[in-house]
């Protein structure tokens, strides 16, 4: 079988996914970007990779772009990122087995975003031409199935999928242990200090818990708008003991720091398409609280098991399970362990490339099941 994904750029999300397919199908797999990764990503700490052996850049030169086509139209199974609709084009002709991923669609308004042109387009589109041909959805978000559900489009042709990020292989008990030895809990979250993120979720349940008498701290990764703000909060309510903001560091130094935490906090809206910090946390074996609205959420956390869910934006639900957390180790040792379990034997890159692979084989008549959990499983409403 081969195996190609298309898309503008090749990306670090995409490189962990792709080389486990790569290890499964050697040469029968490739990866076809359309443009150079933009300054803008470069600027914002985008590696650029050159020395893939699976990797086409269909823009540099002509033979790359031949090669492309040739491989549009050949592969047995395509999976499409972001691909201009041409291309769509060109392979739906084909007849052959197709795949598109997508965030949700609705991460605004609903009917501020079923007014944009561009998903009006995109709804013509598969009413012309995808509706009666092998072309099906993978969701990189929990809340797609829903969104095309009122669209009525892709009814029985949705599959889980998501980021995957890569995972490391730790003795993850010996990283519970080492955790005992820390004389207060650390608490971790990540990400751009944006309004859709809600960085001020983290102030408003530690002005709750320091009045209770927790003996904690809380680290903030990340930079953005309301940076300086938060930083305001915190010397206003005089947090400064127990909150800081470590600004940007290296993803290899988040990790060694999700390692060492006890609790990770995950607070975005429905804005937060996927998520990958989730995966990220869970696979270091951090006891996750995530908002619901988060589209990995649903897929990566099973409430009460590996993590918590709270509603989105309600702090009295995030400071009630993060008192649990607290006070109870049993319960937050076992959600550790059990989310690093969570993430490095089914939300992997290895098993999604395993798992896809075998829902390909099945869509082509080549297999006799499914997966029944995880990457490339049917998706369902929620």
């Given at each position: 079988m081969t195996i190609s994904i298309i898309s503008i750029y090749f990306i670090h999300h995409l490189e962990p996914i792709c080389e486990e397919l790569y290890k499964l199908l050697k040469d029968d797999f490739h990866f076809i970007a359309t443009a150079p990764v933009s300054n803008a990503l470069k600027n914002n700490g985008y590696p650029t990779y050159n020395n893939k052996p699976y990797l086409i850049s269909a823009y540099k030169n002509e033979d790359e772009k031949v090669r492309a086509h040739r491989l549009i139209e050949e592969s047995d199974v395509v999976i499409l990122g972001n691909a201009p609709t041409s291309i769509k084009k060109q392979r739906v002709a084909t007849g052959k087995l197709t795949f598109e991923y997508s965030e949700r669609w609705f991460k605004r308004k609903y009917f501020t975003n079923i007014l944009s042109p561009r998903l009006i387009k995109f709804w013509?589109?598969?009413?012309?031409?995808?509706?009666?041909?092998?072309?099906?959805?993978?969701?990189?978000?929990?809340?797609?199935?829903?969104?095309?559900?009122?669209?009525?489009?892709?009814?029985?042709?949705?599959?889980?999928?998501?980021?995957?990020?890569?995972?490391?292989?730790?003795d993850i008990k010996q990283i519970i242990t080492d955790r005992r030895n820390q004389n207060k809990i650390r608490i971790i979250w990540c990400a751009r200090f944006l309004s859709w993120k809600h960085p001020e979720l983290l102030i408003r349940m530690a002005t709750i818990l320091k009045d209770l008498g927790y003996n904690f701290e809380i680290n903030m990764y990340g930079n953005g708008a309301l940076q300086k703000s938060i930083q305001r909060q915190i010397n206003k309510l005089n947090l400064g003991d127990i909150v800081y903001l470590k600004g940007?560091?290296?993803?290899?130094?988040?990790?060694?720091?999700?390692?060492?935490?006890?609790?990770?906090?995950?607070?975005?809206?429905?804005?937060?398409?996927?998520?990958?910090?989730?995966?990220?946390?869970?696979?270091?074996?951090?006891?996750?609280?995530?908002s619901n609205a988060i589209g990995a959420t649903p897929y990566l956390v099973q409430h009460a098991k590996n993590g918590y869910i709270f509603r989105s934006g309600?702090?009295?639900?995030?400071?009630?399970?993060?008192?649990?957390?607290?006070?109870?180790?049993?319960?937050?040792?076992?959600?550790?362990?059990?989310?690093?379990?969570?993430?490095?034997?089914?939300?992997?890159?290895?098993?999604?490339?395993?798992?896809?692979?075998?829902?390909?084989?099945?869509?082509?008549?080549?297999?006799?099941?499914?997966?029944?959990?995880?990457?490339?499983?049917?998706?369902?409403?929620?």
């Open positions: 013509l589109f598969y009413i012309l031409h995808l509706r009666h041909k092998p072309y099906y959805m993978l969701c990189a978000s929990a809340y797609l199935y829903n969104d095309l559900s009122i669209l009525h489009i892709f009814r029985n042709r949705c599959f889980k999928w998501g980021y995957f990020t890569a995972v490391p292989q730790y940007n560091i290296a993803n290899n130094e988040i990790i060694q720091q999700m390692c060492k935490s006890h609790i990770f906090i995950f607070t975005s809206d429905q804005h937060e398409g996927w998520g990958a910090v989730l995966n990220e946390a869970m696979s270091c074996g951090c006891a996750v609280i995530s309600d702090v009295k639900q995030l400071v009630h399970y993060c008192k649990i957390l607290i006070d109870d180790q049993t319960i937050r040792e076992t959600m550790s362990y059990n989310a690093y379990k969570t993430i490095s034997e089914i939300w992997s890159p290895k098993n999604a490339a395993i798992q896809f692979i075998q829902t390909a084989k099945y869509l082509k008549g080549e297999s006799f099941s499914l997966p029944t959990t995880g990457p490339a499983s049917i998706a369902n409403k929620l």
